[in-house]
């Protein structure tokens, strides 16, 4: 046994050493990877962030119209900020346009960051969004979809990865009460976005939108959901100021009073 | 003497004067022009003057040069409209186009109400000098104009002679243009005004009174110009012109010796057309924006398809992957013959200096070649960008734009990232008048009850568009409900003003 004892630990070493070797190899194949800039939400995405070349997906925590006006936003303040980073523009790929381009402006996406395709079904806009993916001269791809299959997402996935173009798809609610989330994906994340109430202000006016964004599944890490605020107008997201001086009282994001899990 | 300008001696000279005006006159009812006479007046400095007169204002003693006021004391019901030289100057350059095409290799544009045809050794192919310019005569007057037409040995006697000959047409056999020239007015011979001012004072009227005078003190009291200009009516110094060059559709054409029916075959002489049309597109500097590829089957069908590209490219590669997508709309039928492939829309496309290449900054690619192919995809108007437009009304600021435009942006004032394209209305709405939010209201079967709110903000009707917008207000407010939905709602009317608007409220738009 006080012979077995290290040679078992030495063992161990050595397979954690190749499969540090093992994960960094992965870790070189994915994409550029897009750090939300918000400690506690990055530290528990695997990767540090957003892969770059891969396949997301978004939707709205319900079918009311609040909801999904939330998770629309949460898209577009991400392919903002893939746009800022590359300077280059974005496909949003769409069945029914009811955009409206002024409120996307105010969350980053300028009129000429954003190139729009109209499909008229869901397979012509997947088949869109493969060719924007694979064409790698877009900052995104954003596709607004009904229904998308695991074969779908595959494809996606790998058209993602061959352009090396991120790609968010965003999932609309075909029924009340039945999440678009529940069907089978190769995303790389998907999240859920509700909209929650904002501060109250001293004035009887609106302050920052307020969202509970919901990390449903990612690969290589487990699931969590914080509160967060809306995205500006560079898209980019903050932590609610309250949660922002405990973080600063506690030391760190690692704080187990960060993400009130819903 | 030298070919290129077009001028050789004999060489026989056509000339069609049309009345640069008559396309205007096309439009108007033929009965109310001959009832009511027509002028075109153009503002030149300080006064308006007549620059043409239908025949019914010539009679009546209206002359082109005449200051509009005058032509509008002699004559009470005058029919005055501006001239349109820009408009004048497009018809006569695709008249001088057609007549490059389908008359003679030379034609050009001459002056502002003419033409020059050279018809040496043509004429012979439209039977002759005579009927081909009856012909000439009968096709103008189809297309609406009234046309002199002079046959001479020199441009400068055919110019005379259509404007100044009295016939509307006149033939002149080769060697009589100094006779036939003699009886004209001196201003027959395009002479400077100064020139022209300084004859009148010598007394000399017809051209004929210039024959007989020496060459020195003609030139010394008018002019070099007009020693040389008498010279070149009568044939005695070159007159070159510089002709209209038609542009032919750059094309390519493949005759096949078997007939072939699969992609793979018609995709490899697409291939070999396209190495055609683009090596030639290269020496002439042009870039492709549309092509037409024609496919003649053994059953004499052809078969068409035709490729657009968002930018003049003259990338190969590119352009068989956009026919690639379409191959599979070409239906052989019994086999393919021949194809022609054709450049119908070009544009020049010259080397383009690379920016931003060297400072390292991050640099945007070319979005070309993707539209172009999503384009094939899905078709051409589903592809667009947003641009923004003048207007405050929500639903009027926004307009598509081409998916390669860098539109301007919007105003900073919030806007919902959502809107229906129809607002629609509130039920048991509550709210205080005239400027606050609703405290609660029913949508869609659903109840919400207003936390906050942030309003209004006024929109005002666009009475120039419907007068019905006269005094339309639209008051829109941004609301959050208990449950954290922020909308964007407005109210008919500002609440004092009853024109404004009856209140009524409407669901506009959604915030995230």
């Known amino acids: ?262 | 003497m030298p070919r290129g300008g077009g001028w050789r001696p004999g060489a026989r000279w056509a000339r069609a004067a049309s009345e640069a005006a008559a396309p205007d006159w096309r439009g108007a009812d033929a009965g109310a022009a001959r009832a009511r006479p027509m002028i075109l007046v153009a503002r030149t400095g300080q006064r308006d003057t007549v620059t043409a007169a239908c025949p019914a204002a010539l009679d009546l003693g209206i002359a082109p040069g005449m200051a509009a006021a005058h032509a509008r004391a002699l004559v009470a019901d005058l029919d005055v409209r501006d001239a349109n030289r820009d408009a004048d100057r497009a018809w006569l350059d695709r008249l001088a186009l057609h007549a490059a095409r389908h008359w003679t290799p030379s034609a050009a544009v001459a002056g502002e109400d003419g033409l020059w045809l050279d018809i040496g050794g043509t004429a012979h192919l439209f039977g002759g000098e005579a009927r081909f310019s009856a012909r000439l005569c009968r096709f103008l007057a189809r297309l609406g104009f009234t046309a002199r037409i002079a046959v001479a040995g020199t441009p400068g006697a055919a110019h005379a002679l259509a404007r100044f000959g009295g016939a509307p047409i006149r033939l002149l056999s080769a060697g009589e243009e100094a006779e036939a020239l003699a009886p004209l007015p001196l201003a027959a011979l395009r002479l400077a005004p100064g020139a022209l001012a300084a004859a009148r004072r010598f007394g000399l009227e017809r051209v004929g009174d210039l024959y007989p005078m020496p060459r020195g003190p003609l030139a010394r009291r008018l002019g070099r110009g007009a020693v040389e200009r008498l010279d070149q009516a009568r044939g005695f110094a070159p007159e070159p012109f510089a002709p209209v060059v038609p542009f032919e559709t750059p094309e390519a054409r493949r005759q096949l010796l078997e007939p072939i029916g699969t992609a793979e075959a018609i995709g490899a002489v697409i291939d070999d057309l396209l190495r055609d049309l683009l090596a030639e597109l290269e020496r002439q500097g042009l870039g492709l924006r549309l092509a037409l590829l024609r496919c003649a089957t053994l059953d004499r069908g052809e078969q068409r398809v035709t490729i657009g590209a968002a930018r003049a490219t003259r990338d190969a590669a590119h352009l068989r992957r956009l026919f690639g997508l379409r191959i599979d709309r070409i239906e052989p039928g019994l086999g393919i013959e021949a194809m022609m492939l054709a450049a119908l829309e070009v544009e020049p496309l010259a080397p383009a200096m690379i920016d931003a290449a060297l400072d390292g900054r991050a640099q945007g690619r070319d979005l070309a070649p993707l539209v172009d192919q999503l384009a094939g995809r899905a078709g051409e108007a589903a592809l667009f960008r947003l641009a923004s437009v003048e207007s405050d009304v929500p639903e009027r600021a926004v307009a598509r734009a081409a998916p390669l435009a860098s539109p301007p942006g919007w105003p900073a004032w919030p806007r919902p990232v959502r809107i229906l394209s129809r607002p629609e209305p509130l039920q048991g709405v509550m709210a205080l008048l005239p400027d606050h939010p609703p405290r609660r209201f029913a949508w869609r079967g659903r109840t919400y009850r207003i936390v906050a709110g942030d309003g209004p903000e006024r929109i005002h009707g666009e009475w120039w568009r419907r007068p019905r917008e006269m005094w339309a207000v639209r008051d829109y407010f941004r609301v959050e409900a208990d449950t954290g939905e922020r909308f964007w709602l407005f109210r008919r009317g500002d609440g004092l003003d009853e024109q404004s608007g009856d209140l009524s409220w409407f669901m506009h738009g959604v915030f995230g």
């Open chain 1, 1 to 262: 046994m006080n012979i077995s004892a290290p040679f078992e630990s030495r063992r161990g070493t050595g397979d954690l050493a190749a499969l540090r070797e093992a994960v960094a190899r992965v870790a070189a194949a994915r994409g550029p990877v897009l750090p939300f800039g918000i400690a506690p939400l990055d530290e528990r995405l695997s990767g540090g962030g957003l892969d770059g070349a891969g396949l997301h997906e978004i939707a709205a925590a319900t079918a009311s119209w609040g909801d999904d006006a939330a998770a629309t936003l949460f898209a577009a303040g991400i392919a903002a900020r893939f746009a800022g980073a590359r300077g280059l523009s974005v496909l949003w790929a769409l069945t029914r346009f009811d955009l409206y381009a002024p409120g996307l402006e105010q969350a980053g996406l300028g009129p000429e960051r954003i190139l729009y395709a109209e499909g008229r079904d869901d397979r012509e806009l997947l088949a869109i969004c493969e060719d924007g993916l694979r064409g790698g001269v877009l900052a995104c791809v954003v596709a607004e979809v009904k229904a998308a299959d695991q074969t779908a997402t595959r494809r996606l996935q790998l058209a993602a990865a061959e352009g090396a173009t991120p790609m968010l798809l965003y999932r609309r609610h075909r029924r009340v009460g039945a999440c678009p989330l529940d069907t089978p994906s190769l995303a790389m994340t998907r999240w859920r976005i509700a909209a929650r109430p904002s501060e109250r202000l001293a004035v009887p006016a609106i302050g920052r939108g307020r969202w509970h964004v919901e990390l449903v599944r990612q690969r290589g890490g487990p699931p969590f959901a914080l509160e967060l605020e809306a995205c500006d107008d560079q898209g980019r997201l903050a932590l609610p100021a309250a949660t922002r001086d405990r973080a600063a009282a506690t030391g760190g994001a690692a704080s187990p009073a960060l993400g009130r899990v819903a």
